[in-house]
């Protein structure tokens, strides 16, 4: 059985080294557009608030706002790599997360190097590893780069190293963040026939994306967040009609 249940869940994000409250407030929004809560002296933000969701095996779901709106610290959340400050979260199934082109990576590492590093904090055997590589290496066209530090690569590269080790491993549940756009025109066909594939494995997909072509391609249900918040959920067509009537109700941190 595969699913993803949130309920109740908020997350808040200490705020360090600020001067005052109102720069803390200041950095805060700028971050997050969250709430910004004071308890004993601490200020946090509250990225995400009260959010409750549950996905389940067939679930295709876009998660749409502004930046700051909390798709991310969602995605995060789902992922295991922020826990609720209030509520709980809980998770069946195998997750991977395509959510930051240097998540688990080592810059002085050679994408060889980070290919065998982020296989092994998914799981996968010596074996497995050295099955994937040659594949992923050939999908990600990096030629000799493959061997020289990722701290030598561009933003595209990068991009296309991390979509293609994710997307080389099965997994139950799939969550990504804003990188199905990456590289050239003739790469990204490359990555959306790779991602139908992965799509076929998977058995739930959470798309954050500020492309609506994207999210309508790849998902049937449309979560809309701001200030942290889940403001709809429902059918993807009356999510997007929902948020571009919204948009100008949204805080300005969102924006």
């Known amino acids: 059985m595969t699913f993803a249940h949130v309920h109740d869940a908020c997350v808040d994000i200490p705020v360090f080294d600020s001067r005052s409250l109102s720069i803390k407030n200041t950095i805060g929004k700028a971050i997050t557009g969250g709430r910004i809560i004071a308890d004993r002296g601490v200020v946090s933000v509250r990225a995400l608030d009260g959010i409750n969701l549950r996905l389940e095996t067939g679930d295709r779901v876009a998660l749409i706002g502004h930046n700051g709106a909390g798709k991310s610290t ?24 395509l ?4 998540l688990g990576m080592e810059p002085d590492f050679t994408g060889r190097e980070n290919l065998m590093l982020v296989a092994a904090s998914l799981g996968l055997s010596e074996k497995e590893r050295n099955a994937i590589v040659p594949e992923v290496a050939e999908f990600c066209e990096l030629g000799d780069f493959i061997d020289l530090p990722i701290q030598t690569y561009s933003a595209g590269m990068l991009a296309r190293l991390a979509f293609g080790i994710h997307t080389s491993i099965a997994h139950d549940i799939m969550l990504i963040d804003e990188v199905i756009g990456a590289g050239d025109m ?7 026939a790779r991602l139908e594939q992965m799509l076929a494995r998977a058995r739930i997909l959470v798309l954050a994306s500020h492309a609506e072509d994207v999210l309508r391609l790849y998902c049937t249900t449309g979560v809309v967040m701001s ?18 009537s919204s948009i100008g109700l949204c805080p300005a941190s969102d924006r």
């Not at 969602?74 to 709980?88: E, Q, T």
């Not at 003739?186 to 959306?192: L, T, V």
């Not at 942290?228 to 948020?243: C, E, K, N, T, V």
Request: hydrophobic fraction near 45%; avoid cysteine.
């Open 227 to 244: 200030a942290g918040r889940m403001i709809f959920s429902g059918p993807l067509d009356d999510a997007f009609d929902f948020y571009h």
């Open 99 to 102: 959510l930051s082109m240097h």
């Open 74 to 97: 969602l995605l995060r959340l789902l992922a295991g790599i922020y826990r609720p400050d209030v509520g709980f979260v809980n998770v069946e199934g195998r997750v991977g997360a």
């Open 186 to 192: 003739g790469f990204h066909d490359k990555m959306r």
